[in-house]
């Protein structure tokens, strides 16, 4: 079974820093995909970025980005020049490339941007 | 815009008073999920469908029931609420493709307090 792990519960960055949040995860699958989604406080929860695992290049969405490392089994996200609506909880999340519309989440990361 | 709308957001209900919960969504997509999201966890999938067909997770109780009457509309049906099941749920969708999709577009969620 797959197993989606995210080691930091809380973080605080300041604004303008840049945060890295680490996401790891356990599969015997080749074909698969990986999810940074945010949740702020009192929103609804939005994809950040997304990755395919036969991708080897590492996604990057303007100051999102990640650290995908195939072997490792980890997919950390980036946030550059955090700002202060950067504030909420971020799940990583994983979902196998066939046969199955399931995620496996993380248990989440609350990031606090301080000004 | 393309949505995923819940109603309502905040829902207050008696112990033991059944309670149905709505989604719908504008964006023709043919899976939609039902999460149960406690305070500051990942959200739990309580089951999902494919076009008509009803997807449940083995360790969802049998107090939640869910109907989906065409593509656009999604119900969650908790027969008898108890004090547990007070939670954020919150609907999701996803455009399967093939075997596989891709991100899911989640909706605001509904507050569900059991007084």
């Known amino acids: 079974a797959q197993t989606v792990t995210q080691s930091q519960p809380e973080m605080s960055v300041q604004e303008a820093e840049t945060v890295t949040l680490s996401c790891t995860y356990d599969?015997?699958?080749?074909?698969?995909?990986l999810f940074w989604y945010k949740q702020p406080p009192s929103r609804q929860m939005i994809l950040v970025i997304r990755?395919?695992?036969?991708?080897?290049q590492n996604a990057t969405e303007n100051r999102f980005s990640v650290n995908f490392q195939k072997a490792a089994k980890s997919f950390s996200l980036k946030i550059s020049d955090s700002q202060l609506g950067d504030t909420a909880m971020y799940f990583c999340?994983?979902?196998?490339?066939?046969?199955?519309?399931?995620?496996?989440f993380g248990t989440g990361t609350r990031l606090k941007v301080l000004a | 815009d393309a949505m995923v709308i819940q109603n309502p957001r905040y829902q207050v209900t008696q112990f033991g008073k059944p309670v149905t919960l709505s989604c719908s969504q504008t964006?023709?997509?043919?899976?939609m999920y039902w999460y149960q999201q406690k305070s500051s966890q990942a959200p739990k999938l309580l089951f999902h469908?494919?076009?008509?067909?009803?997807?449940n997770e083995a360790d969802t109780p049998d107090n939640f029931q869910s109907r989906r009457p065409n593509t656009s509309f999604c119900f969650l049906d908790i027969r008898s609420p108890g004090l547990g099941d007070a939670a954020m749920y919150l609907c999701?969708?996803?455009?399967?493709?093939?075997?596989?999709?891709?991100?899911?577009?989640f909706g605001p969620g509904t507050r569900l307090t059991v007084t």
């Open positions: 999701a969708t996803s455009r399967a493709l093939s075997a596989a999709t891709y991100e899911q577009y």
């Open positions: 599969t015997s699958e080749n074909n698969y995909y």
């Open positions: 964006l023709n997509h043919n899976v």
């Open positions: 469908y494919y076009d008509k067909d009803f997807n």
């Open positions: 990755q395919e695992a036969y991708k080897q």
């Open positions: 999340a994983f979902m196998r490339g066939t046969g199955t519309y399931k995620y496996i």
